[in-house]
């Protein structure tokens, strides 16, 4: 009975307002470094729609990196896991739009839920929509950045805004994704990096290096973030193995 009830909508939706109230009163109560807002300028004044990539450790604050004076609407892609329904509920509890990404039933569902989730995305960000990604989601490793972000780039031809944040008085879970629960108070620094925009003609070894670019620039943002606060600084797992060399070995 107990399980029917945490997992059903009512309760969760219930349970997500109350997490989105306290996220805000913790960004309210903090006081606040902001570096590099001029990356951010450089993405919002054009007015069109563009993509913003993050960490997964930081999404329960990524709302502060978006500028809501700005004319694009945020989003995030979410996915469609059950830890996915309750975030994209806290999502939308903080004025943030959802598009749902693939399935983890089985890989015809998540190919499927996929190719949807890539072409609804695609979409929003023609019509000037802030698509945001956690690029090391769902399940990492962390801090690892998918090539998903930059395949989207690629395709619409919009930039990739890097940004991420620590906080002091906080709790950092033993997770995959090491995530950060905030305590209301103390500091925070919020930094964005310079965009990154992939070339409609970029080949496989190019995307690689800007993949792996984002993924630097991501980290060293990250590592920044969480030096100035006074850390601990969160470390990347180590990267998944590609088919290529799981071969070798």
């Not at 023609?126 to 962390?142: A, F, K, Q």
């Not at 990250?222 to 601990?232: F, T």
């Amino acid at each position: 009975m107990l399980r029917s009830l945490t997992s059903s909508a009512a309760f969760q939706q219930v349970i997500s307002w109350i997490l989105a109230k306290y996220m805000q009163f913790c960004a309210a109560t903090k006081s606040w470094d902001r570096r590099g807002v001029e990356h951010l300028d450089v993405c919002t004044q054009t007015g069109e729609g563009l993509i913003s990539a993050m960490w997964h450790s930081r999404l329960s604050l990524s709302f502060l990196g978006w500028d809501r004076k700005a004319s694009q609407r945020p989003a995030m892609l979410i996915s469609r896991s059950r830890e996915g329904d309750f975030i994209a509920r806290f999502a939308q509890n903080i004025g943030v739009d959802v598009v749902r990404g693939s399935s983890q039933n089985s890989s015809k569902t998540k190919q499927k839920g996929g190719m949807t989730a890539f072409r609804d995305m695609q979409r929003a960000i023609e019509n000037n929509v802030c698509m945001g990604l956690t690029v090391d989601g769902p399940r990492g490793p962390r801090q690892r950045a998918s090539m998903g972000v930059i395949q989207l780039a690629k395709i619409t031809g919009k930039p990739i805004m890097i940004f991420s944040l620590s906080v002091t008085h906080k709790k950092i879970f033993n997770s995959w994704d090491r995530f950060i629960l905030p305590f209301p108070f103390g500091k925070g620094v919020l930094i964005w990096k310079a965009p990154l925009f992939v070339p409609a003609d970029a080949g496989d070894d190019q995307m690689e290096a800007l993949r792996l670019e984002l993924e630097n620039r991501l980290n060293a943002a990250s590592r920044e973030a969480d030096e100035a606060v006074g850390g601990p600084v969160i470390e990347p797992a180590e990267p998944r193995r590609s088919r290529k060399t799981a071969k070798k070995t």
